[in-house]
């Protein structure tokens, strides 16, 4: 094997591992951003009310601009965003469960 022919191999397979790394550091920015966008849109749009705490997949995806499985991973690797799963998926930065709405108000007397 020649010189320039080591040389040429080598140096291809050093741009295919940067590029590698490159591509793995370029999506873990994006995820990052990602659940930034959603928590930050998620402590603007929702609050800590009843019915007004937990949201689903879509409506977040619809108000970040975000497609759906970006922002479902972003939700999922957030630990600041807790998941209901009771008749659908809903995620919330204010608790878990959705609150009743006899939480604050209490029972009504008539």
């Not at 951003?33 to 009310?49: K, P």
């Not at 409506?59 to 957030?78: F, H, I, M, N």
């Amino acid at each position: 094997m020649s010189k320039s022919v080591l040389i040429a191999v080598l140096s291809s397979v050093v741009i295919g591992v940067l590029g590698w790394v490159a591509a793995i550091s370029r999506g873990r920015v994006r995820d990052r951003l990602d659940r930034r966008r959603v928590h930050r849109w998620l402590r603007s749009q929702t609050r800590d009310e009843p019915g007004e705490s937990h949201v689903d997949i879509p409506t977040v995806a619809k108000g970040t601009g975000l497609p759906e499985d970006r922002v479902r991973r972003a939700c999922v690797s957030d630990q600041r965003i807790q998941r209901f799963s009771g008749s659908s998926e809903q995620w919330s930065v204010w608790r878990k469960e959705p609150q009743s709405v006899y939480e604050k108000r209490g029972l009504l007397v008539l």
